[in-house]
């Protein structure tokens, strides 16, 4: 970006350079260098995991980097915590929401900067609010309690709490995701009102229209690496996605589709809807058929896996195991009949992280290793933890290893063993490659096409399209809880369907037939 | 010796055991009285009661939780065992009584931690103050007289030498290993301990395995009070007042995370063992009672402390 001109105060308000960030060994972000000039919307995107929000958070004080240098306002941003963040004028509004559910939005805008006289607080917070909310226009009562308030409102306190700490540089990570279309129109007129006073946005978003709407300057992301950073003008939705998958990207061969030669419906949805977002999903999945669900992080995959499985309560529809209907659904029951999920985030839900690898692999699967008294048979738990850890090539290959002291690969190949452990009929996975190295990755697909041959029926969901559409058989499409667009992955390729899911995801709910 | 200390981490119970063999010969070194079979039976009827708490309390906290009413449950199974038979109950079904009185207790304590969503330390808390309050009000503050041939037998009895407390212990102790380490209620346990939100993903009752284990201490504090009736002859309402901190420390003091999910229930014994040792070895020296709890103060800290530097290794 050598834009600089003579009459403008030319130090960035943010400058990275050579920044990398890393996750327990995993690299997420490298080599990132970057300018972001005083009085600009400066937007970040890319696809699922290409470390957009990282970046965002880096700059907010919220992760600390793992190589290279940053400045804020020409001064060494190190040490760079929220509060050092705040103090010199940067803040961050979050994904999930960070407020005090009790107190009133005055409150909350102003917690922490309180009027006080010795320590006792004055009460002046709803005055002090009234010349924001001004600014903004945005229609927020000051004595509401937050917690009566709904996402889109308790989003607009995040932005009045930066403005109220006078924060020059504003980070916002995916503030539009649950706006209507007429609340982002009022978010993107305040971004542009914060930009008049100088002031600096860096707007974090999957939603490329309104990128392209509001910001100045973009900067594409892929896998962690930084593509490119241009002025808008340079910019259509076209360039951007292709950016974003990137042309060249080395190709991983994929194991082969097999079918069955009969085809019989293992697990059928119908209209299925769930308190947690689900809505009247509907799809099948057929005996040694792997069938992908694609759509963005917040998208409602997750949850519609966990409606079908039982982990959550549903509030509508029917699910149809070999025909018959399976009412009641939970996850011990599931697990009888033989339907298992692979949960993601291997270390907040799929594994033990303080047991061995033994008594991970087999906890699910006790009863069968145990005397109807519960004495658990050690023999025929070890052998069979033994065939587990061999069949997936689990290293260090110690039956009784710390599964802490594992790599995330590994980890993952646990994980997977442990819920095919007893030929399940229908499963279900849950991004099961993410975050691991591209060995443990190709193990893992040959282990999920394998299981599809054998005839289980699988249910995919992954971020990374390349994954479903060089594994599945079909795909729906999945955006707002609902599941749309079926297709075959045959002939497709990932601009195509990243296109059609921004469109899905770009339509208000209601607005779009099923 | 530093490759030694870190290699010892792997094996808990060497560990501990370890410890407290340095803290006998260091006692012993300084007084001949200390290592005598008449002693060292007296120290096993000190510890039988806090030990038998602890392995209780051993399931409670691996679970990832914590009861702080085992002293308050021994207190209302004795009471109720010296009130029925005050009445007239003979001394075996009496004692069969005061047993599911106590693990009844410890199943309420389940019930409302799992079912009521109430966090381990306010339920028992409650409990606490419930069960001790309830055992005044059956007694109306009066200590009973027990003594009956079995309640004589178990607290003054030997058999093969040993003084019958310790076969409690044994028991107690046995029964426990084997449960948590060869069984699915136990493995529930670790699991339970280890993560919750993943256990239930894996389809484990959660709920119904809680309720178990509190109940299970609860029995755990019956047992001790069976073993206290004994020792006194005896039940006084307000008998074993925190004691609960005691059989805390002993867990801790052994080795068991307090963060829940790892631990092997034998170290709780040697913990109770290493607190009547330090009690009793400074009796022998003629320290006050006032330094032994500033003594016992330090050693629950240093092992935890140890435990941290050992449990950063391993990551």
């Given at each position: 970006?050598?834009?600089?001109?003579?009459?403008?105060?030319?130090?960035?308000?943010?400058?990275?350079?050579?920044?990398?960030?890393?996750?327990?060994?995993?690299?997420?972000?490298?080599?990132?260098?970057?300018?972001?000039?005083?009085?600009?919307?400066?937007?970040?995107?890319?696809?699922?995991?290409?470390?957009?929000?990282?970046?965002?958070?880096?700059?907010?004080?919220?992760?600390?980097?793992?190589?290279?240098?940053?400045?804020?306002?020409?001064?060494?941003?190190?040490?760079?915590?929220?509060?050092?963040?705040?103090?010199?004028?940067?803040?961050?509004?979050?994904?999930?929401?960070?407020?005090?559910?009790?107190?009133?939005?005055?409150?909350?805008?102003?917690?922490?900067?309180?009027?006080?006289?010795?320590?006792?607080?004055?009460?002046?917070?709803?005055?002090?609010?009234?010349?924001?909310?001004?600014?903004?226009?945005?229609?927020?009562?000051?004595?509401?309690?937050?917690?009566?308030?709904?996402?889109?409102?308790?989003?607009?306190?995040?932005?009045?709490?930066?403005?109220?700490?006078?924060?020059?540089?504003?980070?916002?990570?995916?503030?539009?995701?649950?706006?209507?279309?007429?609340?982002?129109?009022?978010?993107?007129?305040?971004?542009?009102?914060?930009?008049?006073?100088?002031?600096?946005?860096?707007?974090?978003?999957?939603?490329?229209?309104?990128?392209?709407?509001?910001?100045?300057?973009?900067?594409?992301?892929?896998?962690?690496?930084?593509?490119?950073?241009?002025?808008?003008?340079?910019?259509?939705?076209?360039?951007?996605?292709?950016?974003?998958?990137?042309?060249?990207?080395?190709?991983?061969?994929?194991?082969?589709?097999?079918?069955?030669?009969?085809?019989?419906?293992?697990?059928?949805?119908?209209?299925?809807?769930?308190?947690?977002?689900?809505?009247?999903?509907?799809?099948?999945?057929?005996?040694?058929?792997?069938?992908?669900?694609?759509?963005?992080?917040?998208?409602?995959?997750?949850?519609?896996?966990?409606?079908?499985?039982?982990?959550?309560?549903?509030?509508?529809?029917?699910?149809?195991?070999?025909?018959?209907?399976?009412?009641?659904?939970?996850?011990?029951?599931?697990?009888?009949?033989?339907?298992?999920?692979?949960?993601?985030?291997?270390?907040?839900?799929?594994?033990?992280?303080?047991?061995?690898?033994?008594?991970?692999?087999?906890?699910?699967?006790?009863?069968?290793?145990?005397?109807?008294?519960?004495?658990?048979?050690?023999?025929?738990?070890?052998?069979?933890?033994?065939?587990?850890?061999?069949?997936?090539?689990?290293?260090?290959?110690?039956?009784?290893?710390?599964?802490?002291?594992?790599?995330?690969?590994?980890?993952?190949?646990?994980?997977?063993?442990?819920?095919?452990?007893?030929?399940?009929?229908?499963?279900?996975?849950?991004?099961?490659?993410?975050?691991?190295?591209?060995?443990?990755?190709?193990?893992?697909?040959?282990?999920?096409?394998?299981?599809?041959?054998?005839?289980?029926?699988?249910?995919?969901?992954?971020?990374?399209?390349?994954?479903?559409?060089?594994?599945?058989?079909?795909?729906?499409?999945?955006?707002?809880?609902?599941?749309?667009?079926?297709?075959?992955?045959?002939?497709?390729?990932?601009?195509?369907?990243?296109?059609?899911?921004?469109?899905?995801?770009?339509?208000?709910?209601?607005?779009?037939?099923? | 010796?530093?490759?030694?200390?870190?290699?010892?981490?792997?094996?808990?119970?060497?560990?501990?055991?370890?410890?407290?063999?340095?803290?006998?010969?260091?006692?012993?070194?300084?007084?001949?009285?200390?290592?005598?079979?008449?002693?060292?039976?007296?120290?096993?009827?000190?510890?039988?009661?806090?030990?038998?708490?602890?392995?209780?309390?051993?399931?409670?906290?691996?679970?990832?939780?914590?009861d702080l009413s085992v002293g308050s449950v021994l207190a209302l199974t004795a009471v109720t065992?010296?009130?029925?038979?005050?009445?007239?109950?003979?001394?075996?079904?009496?004692?069969?009584?005061?047993?599911?009185v106590g693990t009844f207790a410890g199943f309420l304590n389940g019930v409302i931690i799992?079912?009521g969503?109430i966090p381990p330390f306010i339920a028992t808390l409650g409990m606490l103050g419930i069960a001790r309050g309830v055992a005044l009000v059956i007694t109306?503050g009066?200590?009973?007289?027990?003594?009956?041939?079995?309640?004589?037998?178990?607290?003054?009895?030997?058999?093969?030498?040993?003084?019958?407390?310790?076969?409690?212990?044994?028991?107690?102790?046995?029964?426990?290993?084997?449960?948590?380490?060869?069984?699915?209620?136990?493995?529930?346990?670790?699991?339970?301990?280890?993560?919750?939100?993943?256990?239930?993903?894996?389809?484990?009752?959660?709920?119904?395995?809680?309720?178990?284990?509190y109940a299970?201490s609860g029995?755990?504090s019956a047992?001790?009070a069976?073993?206290?009736?004994?020792?006194?002859?005896?039940?006084?309402p307000n008998v074993a007042f925190?004691?609960e901190?005691?059989?805390?420390?002993?867990?801790?003091?052994?080795?068991?995370?307090?963060?829940?999910?790892?631990?092997?229930?034998?170290?709780?014994?040697?913990?109770?063992?290493?607190?009547?040792?330090?009690?009793?070895?400074?009796?022998?020296?003629?320290?006050?009672?006032?330094?032994?709890?500033?003594?016992?103060?330090?050693?629950?800290?240093?092992?935890?402390?140890?435990?941290?530097?050992?449990?950063?290794?391993?990551?």
């Amino acid at each position: 970006m050598n834009r600089e001109s003579p009459l403008e105060n030319t130090t960035p308000s943010i400058r990275l350079r050579g920044v990398g960030k890393s996750f327990g060994g995993v690299s997420v972000l490298r080599n990132v260098d970057l300018d972001i000039p005083p009085g600009v919307i400066h937007g970040l995107v890319g696809e699922n995991g290409a470390g957009k929000s990282t970046l965002g958070k880096i700059i907010g004080g919220y992760y600390s980097i793992s190589e290279g240098s940053m400045e804020a306002f020409g001064e060494s941003a190190d040490p760079w915590t929220p509060k050092d963040a705040l103090d010199r004028g940067v803040a961050i509004m979050h994904q999930e929401l960070q407020l005090v559910p009790e107190l009133t939005v005055a409150e909350n805008v102003f917690l922490g900067i309180e009027d006080h006289r010795l320590g006792v607080l004055s009460g002046t917070e709803a005055e002090r609010l009234m010349p924001i909310i001004k600014a903004t226009g945005f229609e927020v009562d000051p004595s509401a309690k937050v917690a009566d308030l709904s996402i889109a409102d308790r989003q607009k306190i995040e932005v009045m709490r930066a403005l109220a700490r006078s924060a020059k540089v504003i980070v916002m990570d995916e503030p539009t995701s649950s706006l209507s279309a007429n609340e982002t129109q009022k978010l993107h007129e305040t971004m542009q009102k914060l930009r008049a006073s100088g002031g600096t946005v860096v707007y974090v978003s999957h939603f490329l229209d309104n990128i392209l709407e509001v910001c100045d300057s973009v900067t594409i992301l892929r896998d962690g690496d930084l593509v490119r950073t241009a002025p808008r003008e340079n910019e259509s939705k076209d360039t951007l996605v292709s950016a974003m998958l990137g042309g060249g990207r080395s190709e991983i061969s994929f194991p082969e589709k097999s079918r069955l030669k009969e085809r019989r419906t293992a697990l059928e949805v119908r209209s299925l809807s769930s308190a947690n977002g689900t809505r009247d999903a509907s799809f099948h999945v057929d005996r040694g058929e792997i069938v992908g669900l694609i759509g963005l992080v917040g998208g409602g995959r997750t949850e519609i896996l966990r409606a079908v499985i039982g982990a959550d309560k549903s509030t509508g529809g029917d699910v149809l195991v070999h025909g018959e209907p399976y009412p009641n659904r939970s996850i011990a029951e599931s697990n009888r009949r033989g339907i298992v999920m692979v949960p993601e985030d291997r270390r907040k839900l799929g594994l033990i992280m303080t047991m061995a690898v033994r008594t991970n692999l087999t906890l699910p699967h006790l009863p069968s290793f145990a005397t109807p008294l519960g004495r658990i048979l050690a023999a025929a738990e070890k052998s069979k933890a033994r065939d587990a850890i061999d069949h997936f090539q689990v290293k260090p290959s110690d039956v009784d290893g710390d599964i802490l002291n594992y790599s995330g690969g590994n980890q993952q190949k646990v994980l997977l063993a442990k819920w095919l452990l007893r030929d399940p009929e229908i499963v279900i996975l849950d991004e099961p490659s993410r975050g691991v190295d591209v060995g443990a990755r190709r193990r893992i697909h040959e282990a999920i096409a394998e299981l599809a041959s054998k005839g289980a029926a699988v249910l995919l969901v992954s971020s990374e399209l390349e994954e479903v559409l060089g594994l599945a058989h079909r795909a729906y499409l999945v955006a707002n809880g609902g599941v749309f667009d079926e297709f075959a992955p045959e002939g497709k390729t990932e601009v195509d369907v990243l296109r059609s899911l921004f469109r899905l995801q770009q339509q208000p709910p209601e607005a779009r037939a099923p | 010796m530093k490759n030694l200390f870190f290699k010892l981490q792997s094996y808990p119970l060497a560990w501990i055991v370890l410890v407290a063999c340095l803290i006998a010969l260091t006692i012993s070194a300084l007084s001949p009285y200390f290592l005598t079979v008449n002693n060292f039976s007296n120290l096993m009827k000190q510890v039988s009661i806090v030990a038998i708490l602890a392995a209780g309390q051993s399931i409670v906290i691996i679970s990832g939780g914590i009861d702080l009413s085992v002293g308050s449950v021994l207190a209302l199974t004795a009471v109720t065992i010296g009130w029925l038979v005050q009445n007239g109950v003979s001394p075996e079904i009496a004692t069969v009584c005061g047993v599911a009185v106590g693990t009844f207790a410890g199943f309420l304590n389940g019930v409302i931690i799992a079912k009521g969503k109430i966090p381990p330390f306010i339920a028992t808390l409650g409990m606490l103050g419930i069960a001790r309050g309830v055992a005044l009000v059956i007694t109306g503050g009066v200590s009973y007289q027990v003594l009956t041939p079995l309640f004589l037998f178990i607290g003054n009895g030997k058999l093969f030498g040993l003084p019958i407390p310790i076969y409690f212990v044994i028991v107690a102790y046995a029964a426990t290993h084997f449960m948590l380490s060869r069984s699915k209620f136990g493995r529930h346990v670790y699991a339970i301990g280890g993560d919750e939100s993943v256990s239930r993903l894996e389809g484990i009752n959660v709920d119904g395995r809680k309720i178990a284990i509190y109940a299970l201490s609860g029995f755990f504090s019956a047992v001790a009070a069976v073993v206290m009736v004994g020792r006194l002859a005896s039940t006084p309402p307000n008998v074993a007042f925190g004691i609960e901190l005691q059989a805390i420390a002993a867990v801790i003091i052994g080795g068991i995370s307090f963060a829940g999910g790892r631990g092997i229930v034998l170290t709780s014994f040697v913990g109770a063992l290493i607190m009547a040792m330090i009690t009793n070895g400074l009796n022998i020296l003629g320290v006050s009672s006032f330094w032994q709890q500033v003594l016992i103060g330090i050693v629950i800290i240093a092992a935890v402390w140890v435990d941290n530097i050992k449990s950063a290794r391993r990551r």
